[in-house]
């Protein structure tokens, strides 16, 4: 698993490579939590690299909506990988996530 | 009726009377015999004849002429019957013949008489009876019958026999009979002259039968004989049956003191020789020096007619006779001799003698007798004691205890028992069974006497008793002791676990306690009564246990033998027999038997170790000795004697060290030895020059350690390296050896930093180390090691070290990420980058000023990774600007930088933990950090193969390891399994040394014709690195190195001395164990290996193992042992996954809560039965890094099994959070297991099974998701679980062992017929 971040237009955007398990899950959130930390409550994670989650990786998105949202910030997806939307659809998060098509239209979506 | 006469009446007439009047005389005879009643009869007979013929002669009528013509006849026949009897009696001769047929004699002259009576019927005796006359008489004539002649022949025969007989007994005895031989031969004639003149004569007409006439004769000269000679009172047959034989001495003396008659017995008495005395006076045989004639004669001078007794005795001769002298007198008072008789009586008289002797002697003795004596009469008053007795019950002199009743020394509690005795003494009159009795002395004391009471007969009267008591207080109170040592004795036998046995003097077994039944099998009631060769002799000691009885009767004897079980089997025992005494006598013999197989098994295998060592020792290239502390030397290796000249190892033994040492060395020799013996520590080695047997000089370097024993020094070791050798060995070094050397060097100074990581905490402490080894290993003019920083945006420089230390230190820079190519490239692709020149390459254009000015061209950047993430690099610029760093040095360095990540990490966690954990736990967790950090992080994948590995950690850290890689470019595959001996972090950094050596030699081109070569390179350079520049770290594995090539199943492999890894065919069944074919790996250089070869057919498995296995222990300390091990594998498996998880799970039942001292490594592979064989299976340690591979195998198994993509990531993402959730909460708080995967399809429905050992929990407790809920409703946990559910058909979840839990996933396949495309 690859985390890398970039700031663009006051927006973080989290690029993840890599499969997302009980292992690298962890990590993630830290990651973020980092983040948040540091007040980048406007969060976009790049999915294009992740061809796979367990519901471990379920666990770092909900966690990330709730602790960004709540400071009135979100934590939106891009380029989803056919394996992680069965995965999404299956736990019902398809419902609560907002997902672009990629990252430019989920940084636009916070302006 | 008138009588006639007739003129031979007369003749007839005088004989008749003569007869008749001898028959009444010998009847008259006071002294009667059988002969003299036969000698009346004869003359009767006689007597008869004449007076019946007389009778006959003046009858007158013809009728009683008849008459007594058969009276006379009845004469006629008794005469020549009694006539043969007397001659019989007389002469002896057919004695006893004759005696027993006598009546039968009288049955011919009986029936003959008959015959004559009855004449008148028959004629056959009579024929007529004619009447003659004959001068005015009538005479009866006869004419005679055929039996008359039988009769006449019959009578003339005895009468001949008795004529012969007494003829023969004449000549032969003439002597004897003296003058009335005489007598005897007329009265012999007579009757022969007579018969043969009326017979053969003419005598007148009518002239009567003269045979009375003659025989008339006869009587008088016999009657003479006999009479006048006293024949029948002193009769010849008496005489030669009995008087010469007695042993009384006879002599008879007529009136006149004459001899008569004496017999050999007194001749021997009288001391007279042999010869006939007939006739000689008593008093001649006086003269001739016979005190006994003598004597005799003496007694006889008054011719007294009284019996006379007296007693000669001859004190020279110590030789007594008594004389008895018999008067011999007829009826008158006449004397007519004396009977004397001689009796030797000395033995009597000695006897007699020795009788009062032996009875003085006897009371003498029974007063020195210790046991007391008494007599009592039966009123019980005592009639005798001899001293003991008095002296026993407390008198002190006869006085005290004469007189006294028997109960008077009796306890009073006896008195009715010793009553009751006597009164059966005096009932049986036998003697008493010896009792036990206890006696009353006279002031009171009570001693206990054995007694034995016999009754004193008179006759058949018993008329008092004796007894002898014997003290037995002293045995009995013995006795009483002797039972409680017999107790002490039992307990010791039955308690004793030492084998025992008791044997009796005859050999038997009386006694053998539990242990001895335990060890030999034999129960008491078996062994009683046998002897220890019947039980236990075996081949080797065949009569062992007797002969060592043998020995042992007599003294304490130590044996250590092999005996045989009941069942068969051999034990050893070491034997210690001692003689066995029961109150003070010797029993038999007591011996001790001690298994001692274990130690004799110790022993041999101590023994094997020592001469494997000494073997060893001669192939060393380097010399070796040991000497004791006067330098003497005790050892010496085939190097060392012959080095210095010797041709034997005898030559050098025993000779002082210094004769080896040159005499310019013996001073520097002579102070190390002394400080080794006084410090007991090892020396640093030192050069010195030694000298040969023929004097010369050569240098060498020796390295002396102490021997110790305990903390003393007793000697010294040493081997002695000769260096002139060794400079010319390296010179001849290949190039590749250098290459070798150097990859080594570096690989040691890895254990520099391998020490130094483990050593310290402080995360900028070992970085800063880490530089300066960096320095010292690589041509490199600086080591920046730089961390991310936690944005991970820069490079914080958290170690600097500069080989020049006036180069500028950059420690504390942080250098961006962001437009640093070269950096970003190393973290992002986790790989080193090499630039050639950083002043050109657009890589490190945003260092190309700092380049420029410090003159750096070529650098290597090495990425930090830690658990699979970039966290830093390592930036090394080389010192040379035009310099390339080789692989070897990128490589070496990767693996530094892999261990500072790992120490980065740890320090990391160890910030965190820091106040949980104590130091020591923190030092462990450090070692297992390392330790694990150089397992394989995964496993590599060989069509056709299966491979399993598990790994357990000790709670200390120990130096096992395995390993599994596949060589470059190649499908040959290494399979490695090690034991690094000892344990703690020392161990720990030896195996990480190990591994890393191996897999550096490894890095080689392998194929089919180089690989048995190729593989012995690998273990020879790992072991001479280990034993040459470690070697003073006494440092060794024990290590096996298998390399697989796949395509044919054929591995060939070197085992270091490692357990010997186990091969099983597909039915389970062991086939083959592979034994070590080399010694440990890293003792000496230069040891010995081979390598050997196996070919894996289908369905083969290869197990390896570490003792860490076989030793495991549970709580109770017992180990698992190998034979378990052995056991729990041995089964048809389907797959070497299922194996692994089933033995681990043993392993674990097995170990329970006990942390254990070793790890545990098993590594184990499988061929399939075929590529595609059925089953699909994994078994990886329940670790979170393996999910990857769990999941993968999950997917991978379903897609080959022809399920959609979309159904096989059912079972990957299931896999997942099923294996996630097993980790997590099934292994939390204990050590992992093993997690064992099997995917199979049939009937349309996939299923896995996923198999684990960890905590039961149940997945139904986690509440199920609202997936339907808004996102701040939503919940964080569960929602694993649920997808399974979601995934799948069916789920089952159950612990189907004690120990093992088990999740069935199952999916039905809705479009089978789309699943092949």
């Known amino acids: 698993m690859e985390i890398h971040d970039r700031q663009v237009d006051g927006v973080t955007v989290i690029v993840l490579k890599g499969s997302i398990d009980a292992i690298t899950a962890p990590k993630i959130t830290e990651f973020i939590q980092a983040h948040i930390a540091k007040g980048n409550i406007k969060l976009v994670a790049d999915f294009s690299g992740v061809d796979y989650t367990s519901s471990a990786g379920l666990r770092v998105l909900l966690g990330a909506i709730k602790e960004t949202r709540a400071r009135s910030g979100d934590f939106r997806l891009t380029g989803i990988q056919p394996d992680v939307q069965k995965v999404l659809n299956l736990s019902g998060f398809s419902n609560i996530l907002k997902k672009y098509a990629d990252v430019n239209a989920a940084v636009a979506s916070y302006s | ?1317």
């Open chain 2, 1 to 1317: 009726m008138a009588y006639q006469t007739n003129p031979y009446l007369i003749w007839q007439l005088i004989p008749g009377l003569i007869l008749f009047g001898i028959g009444l005389y010998i009847q008259s005879r006071p002294i009667k015999k059988r002969e003299s009643n036969v000698f009346s009869l004869l003359m009767f007979g006689g007597s008869l004849w004449a007076f019946a013929n007389a009778v006959q002669l003046i009858t007158p009528n013809i009728g009683w002429q008849r008459f007594w013509n058969g009276v006379t006849y009845l004469g006629i026949m008794v005469v020549p019957t009694t006539w043969f009897l007397l001659s019989v009696k007389l002469t002896g001769f057919l004695h006893e013949q004759i005696k027993r047929i006598e009546r039968w004699l009288w049955l011919p002259p009986a029936l003959l008489y008959l015959f004559l009576l009855t004449s008148g019927l028959h004629k056959l005796f009579f024929t007529a009876f004619d009447t003659v006359m004959l001068g005015g008489y009538v005479a009866l004539e006869n004419n005679y019958g055929p039996l008359f002649y039988v009769h006449t022949g019959y009578s003339y025969v005895l009468v001949i026999a008795g004529i012969v007989m007494l003829a023969v007994s004449l000549i032969t005895k003439f002597k004897q009979y003296g003058v009335q031989a005489y007598g005897l031969i007329i009265g012999v004639l007579a009757p022969l002259i007579g018969n043969a003149y009326f017979l053969f004569g003419s005598p007148p007409a009518g002239f009567p039968d003269p045979t009375p006439i003659i025989f008339t004769v006869t009587g008088v000269a016999f009657a003479w004989a006999i009479f006048g000679g006293h024949i029948l009172e002193v009769v010849p047959l008496a005489h030669d049956t009995i008087v010469r034989k007695l042993s009384t001495g006879v002599l008879i003396v007529d009136a006149e003191k004459h001899i008569r008659d004496i017999n050999p017995a007194a001749l021997e008495m009288l001391g007279l020789p042999a010869q006939s005395y007939a006739g000689a006076s008593l008093s001649e045989l006086a003269k001739r020096n016979s005190v006994l004639a003598w004597t005799a004669s003496e007694a006889l001078n008054d011719a007294v007619q009284d019996d006379q007794e007296m007693q000669v005795a001859f004190p020279e001769t110590h030789r007594t006779f008594d004389v008895h002298i018999s008067h011999i007198g007829d009826q008158l008072g006449n004397t007519t001799g004396w009977l004397i008789q001689f009796n030797d009586v000395s033995e009597q008289k000695q006897a007699e003698e020795g009788m009062v002797a032996a009875q003085k002697t006897l009371k003498a003795i029974l007063n020195t007798l210790p046991d007391s004596f008494f007599e009592a009469d039966p009123d019980g008053i005592i009639t005798y004691a001899n001293r003991a007795f008095i002296k026993n019950l407390g008198f002190s002199a006869w006085e005290d205890v004469q007189g006294q009743n028997f109960r008077k020394f009796t306890d009073q509690k006896a008195v009715r028992d010793i009553f009751e005795k006597f009164k059966l003494l005096y009932e049986t009159k036998q003697p008493l069974e010896p009792f036990e009795y206890n006696y009353r002395t006279k002031n009171g004391m009570v001693y206990i006497g054995e007694t034995t009471v016999s009754p004193i007969m008179d006759g058949e009267r018993a008329i008092g008793s004796r007894g002898l008591i014997r003290d037995v207080t002293a045995r009995v109170n013995a006795e009483k002791e002797i039972l409680k040592q017999k107790d002490l004795l039992d307990s010791l036998l039955q308690q004793s676990p030492i084998a025992m046995v008791i044997n009796d003097m005859t050999k038997r077994i009386t006694v053998v306690n539990p242990a001895f039944e335990k060890l030999f099998g034999y129960s008491h009631a078996e062994a009683l009564g046998k002897s220890l060769n019947e039980l236990l002799a075996s081949a080797s000691a065949p009569d062992e246990a007797d002969q060592l009885s043998t020995i042992t009767m007599s003294k304490r004897a130590l044996r250590e033998k092999k005996y045989k079980r009941k069942d068969g089997s051999l034990v050893d025992v070491e034997i210690f027999t001692t003689p066995f005494f029961v109150g003070g006598e010797r029993f038999g013999y007591l011996a001790f038997y001690n298994d001692i197989s274990e130690r004799l098994k110790a022993e041999a295998d101590l023994e094997k170790t020592q001469s494997t060592l000494s073997a060893v020792l001669d192939t060393l290239q380097d010399s070796y000795f040991e000497a004791d502390r006067n330098g003497t030397i005790t050892f010496a290796n085939r190097p060392f004697w012959e080095e210095t000249g010797y041709s034997s190892k005898e030559e050098v033994l025993g000779k002082s060290f210094r004769r080896f040492v040159a005499p310019d060395s013996v001073r520097s020799v002579f102070e190390r030895f002394e400080r080794l013996y006084q410090t007991g520590k090892l020396l640093e080695p030192f050069d010195y020059n030694y000298r040969h047997k023929d004097g010369s000089i050569s240098t060498a370097e020796m390295v002396v350690s102490p021997i110790l024993e305990g903390r003393q020094v007793v000697g010294a070791r040493g081997t002695i390296h000769d260096i002139s050798e060794r400079i010319r060995s390296a010179n001849a070094l290949s190039e590749a050896k250098d290459a070798a050397e150097d990859r080594a060097r570096d690989l040691a100074a890895l254990t520099n930093v391998a020490a130094t990581v483990s050593q310290s905490l402080d995360l900028k402490d070992i970085l800063q180390s880490v530089c300066q080894e960096l320095v010292s290993i690589f041509e490199i003019r600086n080591a920046g090691i730089g961390l991310l920083t936690p944005d991970r945006k820069g490079l914080e420089i958290v170690a600097f070290h500069a080989f020049d230390p006036n180069e500028q230190s950059v420690l504390g820079m942080v250098l961006p990420v962001e437009g640093n190519v070269s950096s970003m490239e190393v973290l992002e692709k986790k790989r080193t980058v090499f630039i050639q020149d950083a002043q050109s390459d657009p890589r490190t254009s945003s260092i190309a000023d700092i380049s420029k000015t410090r003159g750096t061209r070529s650098i290597m950047i090495v990425p930090l990774l830690a658990r699979g993430e970039a966290i830093g690099t390592i930036g090394m610029p080389a010192r040379d600007p035009e310099h390339v760093f080789t692989r070897n040095e990128i490589e070496l360095a990767e693996t530094i930088a892999s261990q500072i990540a790992a120490a980065v990490d740890n320090a990391q966690l160890h910030a965190k933990t820091e106040s949980a954990l104590d130091v020591a736990e923190r030092d462990l967790e450090i070692g297992r950090q390392i330790q694990s950090g150089f397992f394989p992080e995964s496993l590599p994948q060989i069509p056709g193969w299966e491979i399993a590995t598990h790994f357990h950690a000790a709670r200390q850290v120990a130096g096992d390891f395995y390993d599994v890689f596949q060589f470059r470019n190649s499908t040959f595959t290494a399979f490695i399994i090690a034991d690094v001996c000892d344990k703690g972090v020392g161990a720990a950094l030896f195996m990480v040394l190990f591994r890393s050596l191996l897999r550096a030699f490894s890095e080689i081109k392998i194929n089919t014709d180089n690989v048995q070569e190729q593989l012995l390179n690998i273990i020879v350079n790992t072991n001479n690195f280990i034993a040459e520049y470690h070697g003073k770290s006494n440092m060794f594995a024990t290590l096996f190195f298998g390399v697989l090539d796949p395509a044919t199943g054929l591995m060939h492999y070197v085992n270091g001395g490692h357990e010997p890894p186990i091969i099983l065919d597909k039915n389970g069944s062991i086939i083959q164990r592979l034994m070590p074919t080399g010694p440990a790996v890293g003792m000496f250089p230069e040891m010995n290996f081979r390598v050997a070869q196996i070919r894996f057919t289908e369905g083969d498995f290869m197990l390896g193992f570490t003792d860490g296995t076989t030793d495991a222990r549970n709580f109770a300390g017992k180990q698992f042992t190998e034979e378990r091990l052995l056991k729990s594998i041995a089964a048809p498996w389907s797959s070497v996954f299922s194996m692994l998880f089933e033995l681990n799970v043993e392993l674990r039942e097995h170990i329970g809560e006990q942390k254990q001292f070793d790890d545990i490594t098993l590594i184990s592979f499988r061929r399939k039965l075929s590529l595609n064989d059925g089953v699909h299976a994994i078994c990886r340690t329940a670790h979170l890094a393996a999910l990857g591979e769990l999941r993968d195998f999950a997917e991978s198994a379903a897609i080959h099994s022809g399920l959609r993509p979309d159904e096989a990531f059912a079972f990957k993402l299931a896999a997942d959070e099923v294996c996630t959730n097993i980790i997590q909460y099934g292994y939390e708080g204990r050590e992992p297991g093993l997690l064992s995967l099997t995917f199979d399809v049939a009937d349309n429905q996939a299923r896995l099974i996923i198999r684990d050992d960890g905590k039961y929990f149940s997945p139904d407790q986690a509440k199920r998701p609202d997936i339907e809920a808004e996102w701040h409703e939503r919940e964080l946990g569960g929602l694993g679980i649920f997808f399974v559910h979601e995934l799948m058909d069916n789920v089952t979840y159950n612990r189907i062992d004690q120990n093992v839990n088990q999740f069935i996933l199952e999916k039905n396949l809705t479009n089978p017929k789309s699943n092949k495309e």
